[in-house]
């Protein structure tokens, strides 16, 4: 049994020596310890923005994108490394980005990031580039030197835009976060965070779709569906293109349309159809402006004349921005006609109410149907019948 111990003894000291170039017996493994080596600078770095601190963000590397960054008053960010591929003395970091911005977001935004990095003396490792991951979309300052103004209501970042401009857009959240708490409530965060980048491209960059799909799109508001607790505040990113195109009321309006849905988000689930949805963002941007159907459903107007009144309220499907213009105006349209039939015909308090019951289910079959009988007392075909002849009626 002794001579066994011995033997059993010389292999496990055997096999110590032989992995000793890549760990210690009960130790770390190199991978381990460059892993480390490599999170350790990510959360230098990650300090060095919270306390803007350019000269310590340059010990840790590349110090360029640090002027992109610094205007943005981050209440948090760091970075979790993910993955580490290493070859020689350079390595590629996955890492996953987490970030607040001070005052608006009450959870971090996540953003898929990867780092290139160089191995330094003494096992440090230094960073050379730090860009958005595969198909993770670009943060702003990935564009360029980020500028803030701050509103009332509201901070706006933006690329490439001179002041003027962006208080431009502080003044348009200035009057639409009190225009859309006087229609939907108070119960929501009533600040919104604004992104206004250089150009179309540099939205879908934002946005990590093709600019084409956005052409003509003034604003949208990004942000997680469903009231989690989750999500961070809304995002509202504007197209500069479109956005100088319209007239003063054409940008209150949309920027109202947006800052409805920041509201409405705790309340907007799978289960509210896009026509809700983005109907009621129509109308509380339309609220109080005197603007006539006839004015603002050209589109769904001319359809009606020329006798081709919609079937059924319009499906999500309809409300793709690649397809084509004239029938995703008619969709919002649509929208908009439902909502404001629901308000003239059963009151503001009840439209708010169905718009609540809806998004109180969780699945899309039945919500609807539901909520017209809960809340407004009638069917699906009988509201249905109702719209249509509304149509008729107001854009005949």
């Given amino acids: 049994m002794a001579g066994r111990r011995r033997a059993s003894g010389s292999v496990a000291v055997a096999l110590c020596l032989l992995l000793a170039s890549l760990t210690a017996c009960g130790g770390r493994s190199a ?84 780092l290139t990095l160089s191995a330094g003396p003494g096992g440090t490792w230094h960073v050379n580039s730090d860009r958005p991951a595969t198909k993770a979309v670009q943060q702003l300052w990935d564009q360029g030197a980020v500028s803030v103004v701050r509103g009332r209501r509201g901070i706006v970042l933006g690329v490439g835009q001179s002041g003027r401009a962006l208080h431009g857009y502080a003044d348009l959240a200035d009057r639409a976060v009190p ?14 965070v604004v992104l206004v980048p250089r150009s179309l491209e540099g939205m879908a960059g934002l946005l990590g779709s093709p600019a084409s799909g956005y052409r003509g799109i003034a604003a949208v508001t990004t942000g997680e569906a469903g009231g989690s607790g989750r999500a961070p505040a809304d995002r509202i990113i504007v197209n500069p293109d479109a956005y100088g195109m319209l007239g003063p009321l054409g940008r ?19 289960a509210t159809p896009l026509w809700l949805s983005e109907g009621y963002a129509d109308w509380v941007g339309y609220r109080g402006t005197g603007r006539t159907p006839v004015q603002a459903a050209p589109e769904l107007r001319q359809a009606v004349a020329e006798g081709r009144v919609p079937a059924a309220l319009p499906a999500d499907r309809a409300f793709g921005f690649a397809g084509n213009a004239t029938r995703l ?10 909502c404001r039939m629901i308000a003239g015909q059963w009151g503001e308090d009840r439209l708010r109410a169905f718009y609540q019951a809806v998004g109180g289910h969780h699945r899309r079959p039945g919500a609807v149907e539901d909520a017209l009988h809960r809340v407004l007392g009638t069917t699906l075909a009988d509201f249905t019948a109702r719209w249509r002849a509304y149509l008729r009626e107001r854009l005949g």
């Avoid at 225009?179 to 919104?192: E, F, H, I, L």
């Avoid at 209150?252 to 947006?258: A, D, K």
């Avoid at 509201?263 to 799978?270: C, E, S, V």
């Fill in 329 to 338: 105006a008619e969709a919002y349209e649509s929208g908009w006609m439902a």
């Fill in 31 to 114: 991978a381990d310890t460059a892993r480390a080596q490599v999170q350790d600078v990510l959360d230098r770095r990650a300090r060095a923005v919270l306390h803007h601190d350019e000269r310590a963000y340059a010990a840790t590397g590349d110090r360029a994108s640090y002027a992109d960054l610094r205007a943005v008053p981050f209440a948090d960010w760091s970075y979790r490394l993910t993955g580490l591929r290493r070859r020689g003395g350079t390595a590629t970091a996955d890492a996953e980005l987490r970030y607040r911005v001070t005052g608006y977001d009450r959870a971090p935004v996540v953003a898929g990031r990867t």
């Fill in 252 to 270: 209150q309006v949309v920027f109202t349309h947006e800052t409805t849905h920041v509201a409405t988000r705790a309340r907007t689930n799978p």
């Fill in 179 to 192: 225009a859309v708490s006087d229609a939907w409530g108070t119960d929501w965060s009533r600040q919104v």
